[in-house]
């Protein structure tokens, strides 16, 4: 997927990461070596006019030849998750964004 920019529902704004990525704790079991950890994973993001979006990416196996993807949807959220997470969401662009909004 081609990287894209979350734009805000509300205001057309771009959204920045906003907060640390959260996950739920549901315990999984995973073949040897890989990674099948179905939890969702979420991001905060946020606008410069304070509105604000929850963002959920789906798992994928990291393991050369294995196709192994979680699920698309699931019961503690509305709508589908993302494959990838929008730019500008590395931790440094979301330190830069809050220090931007705060002054």
């Excluded at 393991?63 to 509305?78: P, R």
Aim: with cysteine.
């Amino acid at each position: 997927m081609s990287p894209w920019v979350l734009v805000c529902e509300e205001c057309g704004e771009p959204m920045n990461v906003y907060g640390p990525e959260m996950s739920t704790l549901v315990g999984f079991i995973s073949p040897p070596g890989h990674n099948h950890d179905d939890n969702c994973v979420h991001r905060t993001y946020r606008c410069k006019n304070n509105h604000t979006k929850q963002v959920y990416k789906r798992n994928k196996c990291t393991v050369e030849g294995c196709d192994w993807v979680g699920k698309e949807e699931c019961w503690c959220h509305l709508g589908k998750k993302f494959d990838e997470w929008p730019v500008g969401t590395k931790a440094s662009d979301a330190l830069k964004f809050f220090q931007e909004t705060v002054r």
